[in-house]
């Protein structure tokens, strides 16, 4: 009955390689989003949709890229990993757009770039 | 630029006491203040979200407040209990930044 869930919970790679990152939620919410928490804990949104559209993009490096597949699902990839790029990734979702809704937040992706 | 700072930035107290947690925040235009509980190795809770029109409110022994005049708000625990060792994380809502999070207070309860 889990919420929102990612997979995988650890991610350890080499600099230069190509990961994803996976995501769903089950509460029918229209929004889903991804966060990075850096190593000072700060949470910063990378990326927002709705209803399967792009409705926030934070400057984040083009190597990352979302995919939302349905409203159900929305897919982190990254391509050629730098160290930078070590952080915990959240996804989270909210019944509706706006930043007026309680978010729900997944267990959380640790990434690790070697 | 939009930004929340918390205060402590850690806290120990013993179980069944009662600690309050400070955040101040600069978020333009401010809609909503939002605490968090962040359990080591998970993702974010939602506590509580008060809009700018709201003075206080409560979840079980978590009680937050916010002063929107002062750009301050607080969250009070009462009774501790051990599950209450977490991150709480005060976040601003509102503003291009759409939600901007604090660093959040460290809190451990000990026996």
């Known amino acids: 009955d889990t919420a929102v869930s990612q997979t995988p919970k650890y991610l350890v790679t080499q600099m230069g390689n190509d990961k994803s990152i996976k995501c769903e939620q089950n509460?029918?919410?229209?929004?889903m989003y991804w966060y990075k928490q850096d190593s000072k804990k700060f949470l910063k949104i990378m990326f927002s949709y709705n209803n399967k559209e792009l409705i926030i993009n934070e400057t984040v490096p083009n190597r990352f890229s979302p995919k939302s597949p349905d409203k159900a699902h929305l897919n982190l990839h990254i391509n050629s990993l730098e160290l930078g790029d070590s952080a915990v990734y959240f996804c989270a979702s909210s019944p509706i757009a706006g930043f007026t809704d309680t978010q729900y937040f997944g267990p959380g992706t640790r990434l690790t770039v070697l | 630029k939009n930004q929340v700072e918390q205060s402590p930035q850690s806290l120990i107290i013993l179980e069944g006491k009662n600690c309050t947690l400070q955040c101040n925040y600069t978020v333009s235009p401010f809609s909503n203040l939002r605490w968090y509980k962040q359990d080591t190795g998970r993702g974010p809770v939602s506590l509580t979200i008060m809009t700018f029109s709201e003075n206080t409110k409560s979840n079980g022994r978590y009680t937050a407040t916010l002063d929107a005049d002062t750009k301050q708000s607080s969250l009070h625990i009462t009774a501790s209990q051990l599950s209450d060792s977490a991150s709480y994380i005060c976040v601003g809502g509102g503003g291009a930044d759409g939600l901007t999070f604090g660093k959040g207070t460290h809190l451990i309860i000990q026996p």
């Open positions: 509460l029918g919410h229209d929004t």
